[in-house]
């Protein structure tokens, strides 16, 4: 043990080395550590939020399908009720034309019959009158019986 | 590795290896230099703080290649233990930690070489006679580190709590500001601020020392005969091993004690 210049020479020389070390080792090393650290945890914040921002499109995405679906459906059921509307219409349309058809034959008809009635009625007055004029073999004076034969031809 | 002529005993053997290179700079005992523990200490840190100067200056924020790595590990380290120590600003005390602890670790691993082998080269290499390659199991590098942490203590001391702040600290704890007790916490203070650097020093010193011994009393079995070298090489082998572990703990234990005496200059009561 014998203490001597060496002490001062290895202190010098230590302080020189820590000098060094704390000056041009340390900060650049560092640096590139807590530059790395920074890196990765904004890689991780990033992916993060890439993560989060994808959740939420997916929910979007899936909400906007369930929105057209929902859509679809209801502009199906639309039609078919739109459809049924026309298909309706079209019936009672048709069934009115018909109705309306029939009820004009009908009232056809009966003018027809009317009128054949009508003729009838003249005609069976005329023979009755004919048929009464022979009867009588006299000339029944046609307008002074009008009203007999008006008579006749409402009770005929 | 005894000088001719000389007969080679134990005791010779032993003596010749624990003599250091000296370079006598003045008249007194003094200024005696211990060439061999400054030159070696010097290359050791020059090697070892210029590869890591080297591995700095390319450092990428990227991907780092395997050396970079392996520095960024050594810096984590000493970093996290730092941090769990030492709370405040770590601009200087992380390097200084850095600095005692690649130092120490280089300069104790230099036990590793068999002191034969290193004078092989000391003796041819060098023309050196005397050549002592362990640098930590010289008590003058020990001290030089222990005195300047200490140094450093004293001027952080000062620093951070001012002349006042520090002398009320000396004289008012660990016992309390009563004005009786003064006497007895300075006196506490003073062995406490005087064996800090002893235990600091005297610990790396002797454990370098000693595992520096027990190698070169294998080394002497081993120059005994064919027995002697199996079990000498199988010992010294096995001290090795152990010693990797006493090399890398004491430089560890140094750094440590370093940190936390940094602590305690920052740290008021």
Not at chain 2, 105 to 126: C, K, Q, Y
Request: with cysteine; hydrophobic share 50%; proline share 3%.
């Amino acid at each position: 043990m014998n203490l001597n210049v060496t002490m001062i020479a290895q202190a010098v020389t230590f302080f020189v080395f820590i000098f060094f070390c704390a000056k041009f080792v340390w900060p650049p090393m560092v640096k590139a550590i807590e530059a790395r650290q920074k890196q990765i945890a904004d890689g991780l914040t990033a992916a993060e939020e890439g993560k989060k921002s994808l959740d939420s499109a997916s929910k979007q995405a899936e909400a906007a399908i369930a929105q057209a679906r929902a859509r679809a459906t209801e502009i199906v059921a639309q039609a078919e009720k739109r459809v049924s509307q026309m298909i309706e219409e079209a019936k009672n349309a048709a069934k009115a034309e018909g109705d309306r058809e029939k009820a004009a034959a009908k009232s056809e008809i009966e003018q027809e019959v009317s009128r054949a009635k009508e003729t009838l009625r003249t005609q069976v007055a005329t023979l009755a009158v004919a048929g009464a004029e022979k009867i009588l073999k006299r000339e029944v004076d046609a307008k002074a019986h009008a009203d007999i034969l008006a008579d006749v031809q409402k009770q005929l | 590795m005894a000088a001719e002529g000389q007969e080679l005993t134990p005791t010779s053997y032993i003596g010749h290896h624990l003599t250091n290179r000296t370079v006598s700079l003045g008249d007194s005992p003094f200024w005696t230099l211990h060439l061999d523990t400054w030159l070696t200490a010097v290359v050791l840190g020059v090697v070892g703080f210029g590869f890591l100067w080297w591995i700095a200056r390319g450092a990428t924020a990227g991907v780092p290649n395997k050396r970079q790595a392996f520095v960024e590990m050594l810096f984590d380290f000493v970093d996290d233990q730092v941090k769990g120590i030492f709370h405040g600003n770590r601009a200087f005390v992380a390097p200084l930690a850095l600095t005692v602890f690649v130092w120490v670790f280089l300069m104790n691993a230099m036990d590793f070489i068999p002191v034969d082998l290193a004078a092989l080269f000391t003796e041819h290499g060098l023309h050196q006679h005397e050549w002592k390659p362990v640098p930590t199991s010289d008590v003058n590098t020990t001290f030089a580190l222990a005195l300047s942490v200490w140094a450093l203590m004293l001027f952080y001391n000062v620093k951070v709590k001012g002349v006042g702040g520090w002398t009320h600290e000396l004289f008012c704890t660990p016992f309390g500001s009563n004005i009786l007790l003064m006497p007895l916490n300075f006196l506490f203070n003073v062995v406490e601020y005087v064996s800090k650097p002893l235990s600091h020093s005297l610990r790396l010193y002797g454990n370098i020392y000693a595992g520096e011994i027990i190698f070169m009393l294998l080394w002497m079995w081993a120059a005994t005969g064919l027995i002697g070298s199996v079990a000498g090489g199988v010992l010294a082998l096995g001290w090795a091993i152990f010693h990797i572990l006493i090399v890398a703990l004491q430089a560890y234990i140094f750094m440590m004690l370093t940190i936390v005496y940094m602590a305690m200059a920052h740290e008021s009561h």
